[in-house]
């Protein structure tokens, strides 16, 4: 089955970095664009980057142009996201999903793992 599993969390100043992962397991991971998204407490569900399947094409979020990068390794069926320069705005739990805007904003199409909490004190 489908899984997902996020990783790399933790608490940072602002500023600061991190490195967040995702392992696919239970699809052919190098044949789907992934997302990462992200929900604050108390708000719904907001896009942050997606990556196309052979990670030539990305996006990003206004708000993370320029500090965050999304990136893959098909060879460890691995998506990442390198976080600079984080901002309290930025706290959040992180979820990779399969697929890209509207699926991948939903939990249950989207395949959201468990998520990784991120928090960025100012």
């Known amino acids: 089955q489908v899984q997902l599993v996020e990783s790399g969390g933790g608490m940072v100043k602002s500023g600061g970095s991190l490195r967040l992962s995702c392992k696919a397991s239970g699809f052919i991971f190098g044949s789907y664009m992934m997302t990462w998204v992200r929900q604050a407490p108390g708000k719904g569900p907001e896009w942050v980057s997606s990556?196309?399947?052979?990670?030539?094409?990305?996006t990003y979020l206004d708000s993370v142009k320029g500090r965050f990068t999304i990136s893959r390794d098909n060879d460890k069926n691995t998506m990442y996201l390198q976080m600079n320069t984080l901002k309290p705005e930025d706290t959040a739990l992180y979820y990779c999903a399969r697929g890209p805007q509207p699926i991948a904003m939903m939990r249950t199409s989207g395949y959201w793992g468990q998520g990784t909490q991120v928090t960025v004190s100012s």
């Open positions: 990556i196309s399947p052979t990670g030539g094409v990305t």
